[in-house]
């Protein structure tokens, strides 16, 4: 039986695929479905047939089929056009945050770590272009001014919320992932969102070049550690450690947030560093 191998990269339906399968199992009307489902994100919350039928990479009549499909089994809501997302597809990411075994391995550790500074953490995992926030814990702040200055600071970054997903370039996380990807993947990684022009600009400080982040994830690889001062957002600046297991294979990545306001870089390796990389050893037994 002929296999068709496949990696971590989207088909032309816009679906992201992992695993090989041998052509006769792929049922490509649920891939079809499924890259109608992920069409829509915090760019495009509202999609008619013909939009879906673009960001999907299929026909407008199969994909207003999809869209009516959807909307049937409860997925989307409508207004008879446009289709937006619906509260039932949270059962995915309920599911999976509740029964998958990462998030459960981490966020006992984040909660410590939250508790022990009153700062913010995250665990993140690579996504294609993106990373995946599975798991997080961010501190209470005790007094209504400390609770100012973060909102004015703005540390708490937009969307770090389970779920949330984030741009891997602009990101510490992702820095942290991409370092760990083969070198071969790597290079495929960059030169398509080179070519595509995917490397957005999210602030005056974001790194877009291809060559420019290739020689800044050499020296995450190097370092093992990765520190990205408001690349994704003004005011908010983010140190990640990848997150191993015991085979040495990275699986995710943690981080801290906080602001360039509140906390000097040197002060954020100096304090928080060894922190972050003696959570990891403590992790990986548990991954």
């Given amino acids: ?16 695929t992992h695993t090989p399968i041998a052509k006769p199992d792929l049922i490509a009307g649920m891939a079809k479905g499924m890259a109608v489902l992920e069409s829509f994100d915090t760019e495009r919350q509202r ?26 089994l409860g997925y989307l809501e409508t207004d008879g056009n446009y289709y937006w997302l619906s509260p039932k597809v949270l059962r995915f990411s309920g599911s999976y945050l509740a029964s998958a075994r990462l998030p459960r391995a981490v966020q006992p550790t984040l909660n410590r770590l939250a508790a022990q500074t009153q700062e913010s953490f995250s665990v993140a995992v690579l996504d294609g272009e993106q990373v995946v926030i599975i798991g997080r814990s961010g501190a ?8 100012l200055q973060v909102t004015q600071t703005r540390a708490m970054a937009y969307g770090l ?3 949330a997903r984030l741009p891997a370039h602009a990101t510490s996380t992702g ?4 370092a760990a990807l083969p070198e071969s993947e790597l290079e495929h990684w960059l030169e398509a969102k080179g070519q595509a022009g995917a490397l ?16 800044l994830i050499a020296r995450v690889r190097l370092d093992d550690y990765c520190l ?11 140190l990640a450690v990848p997150l191993r297991n015991m085979q040495g294979r990275t699986l995710a990545a943690l981080n801290l947030v906080s602001s360039p306001h509140r906390m000097g870089q040197a002060s954020l390796l100096k304090d928080y560093l060894p922190l972050l990389m003696d959570a990891a050893r403590e992790l990986r037994p548990l991954l």
């Fill in 1 to 16: 039986m002929k296999v068709t191998a496949v990696s971590s990269h989207r088909t032309p339906n816009g679906l992201q």
């Fill in 47 to 72: 999609l008619n047939a013909t939009l879906a039928a673009e960001r999907a990479g299929i026909t407008r009549a199969a994909a207003r089929r999809h869209l009516l499909t959807l909307a049937h």
């Fill in 140 to 147: 209470e702040r005790p007094s209504w001014a400390e609770a």
């Fill in 161 to 163: 919320h389970l779920g």
């Fill in 175 to 178: 820095r942290t992932l991409l």
């Fill in 200 to 215: 957005a600009r999210l602030t005056t400080h974001t790194t877009t070049e291809p060559t420019k982040l290739r020689t």
């Fill in 228 to 238: 990205a001062s408001e690349e994704h957002e003004l005011g908010v600046r983010a």
